[in-house]
């Protein structure tokens, strides 16, 4: 890892610029809500939360249908001082039993040779290798046939600097 300050809004904006145009063409919407965190400054490795969000994101995209909406929002929160950053969905949810196994190395859903989404399954799971090595968590909360929401959990120790919205 190489740790410094990063920027989560920064990163969230790069977010967007990447993902912006694909949303816009399958149909969904894209938001950025930051929720009194007008300067987020974390420790942590710059390159890999990117790799984070780019594979929240990237599931996100591809398991929303037209007319879905895919957001990224931060805050903090009160009772610990974490930095909370979720990317959620409306699209097509995780069963219960799934939602752990989806960050296991090569797991699929739905590994039939007819499924309808591609992909090696392995990026959730680097999404929470990328994540543990630099102290933080990612949770999923998800209901099928309703949506998800990947949560990054960044500890309080590693907030350089919040600057609260008035």
Known sequence: LTVGEVDLRALALEMETMFSQRCEESGIAFAIEFEGLAHPLVEGDGLRLQQVFMN???????????????????????????????????????????????????????SSATRIYSGSGLGLALVREYA??????????SVLGEGSAFTVRIPVAAVVELDEDE
């Open 56 to 110: 929240m994101l990237g599931n996100a995209v591809k398991f929303t249908p037209a007319g879905g909406t895919v957001a990224i929002t931060a805050m903090r929160e009160e009772a610990t001082g974490d930095v909370l950053v979720t990317v959620s969905d409306d699209g097509i949810g995780i069963a219960p039993e799934n939602q752990e196994r989806i960050f296991e190395r090569f797991f699929q859903v739905d």
């Open 132 to 141: 543990v090595a630099q102290g933080y968590t990612v949770t999923v909360e």
